[in-house]
């Protein structure tokens, strides 16, 4: 699927690697057609800085590759409260395990539906905690100081390529977070 897109980007794409020059404009369209497809590593001079990142500088830039697979996992589920009553817009996060806390991008955040229900989408393969709280600053999990209060009320979660995962969890309660 990916090969087909690259291809359809760039009429450079050719042989076993492919490259492509992605207008930014065209980014939504680019979205639906990826919709399950996450970044695998970031690489500059060869060398990956996806989890700690790189320095854009006065000088012209070191070449940057951008590797990109499709087949990223669904993680579905309802968040209850510790009556197993549906709790709506509480905040759902997957965490990445250490050391790869330190790479934001691998965190994902969604508001749990009326009825409870939550879906995270285009999830790379790899070991998560799965969290939810009632009532939490959209920014808070990042916090490694504040994460580690709630480690233990975290669900160990392993995510493989190209599956839909059901997921009960149990909202950590206002309370717990003050």
């Known amino acids: 699927m990916l090969a087909a897109l690259v291809s359809e980007l760039s009429p450079f794409a050719t042989g076993a690697r492919r490259s492509a020059v ?19 590593d970031i690489r500059e001079n060869g060398v990956s800085v996806y989890d700690s990142g790189f320095q854009v500088i006065d000088q012209s830039p070191s070449p940057i590759e951008v590797s990109i697979h499709s087949g990223g996992s669904t993680v579905r589920g309802i968040v209850r409260d510790a009556n197993q009553k549906a709790v709506v817009t509480a905040r759902v996060v997957i ?8 790479n934001t ?7 749990s539906g009326r009825d409870g229900t939550f879906a995270l989408t285009a999830v790379p393969p790899g070991e998560y905690k799965l969290f939810a709280w009632f009532d939490v600053l959209t920014s808070a999990p990042l916090n490694p100081e504040f994460l ?9 979660i392993t ?10 969890l149990t909202a950590i309660p206002d309370e717990a977070v003050r």
């Open 22 to 40: 992605l207008d930014l404009r065209t980014v939504g369209a680019v979205r639906e057609r990826l919709a399950n497809a996450y970044v695998t």
């Open 95 to 102: 965490v990445p395990q250490s050391p790869r806390r330190g």
């Open 105 to 111: 991008a691998l965190f994902k955040t969604v508001l």
């Open 148 to 156: 580690s209060k709630y480690e233990a009320q975290g669900q160990a």
């Open 159 to 168: 995510i493989l390529p190209n599956t839909n995962i059901e997921q009960q």
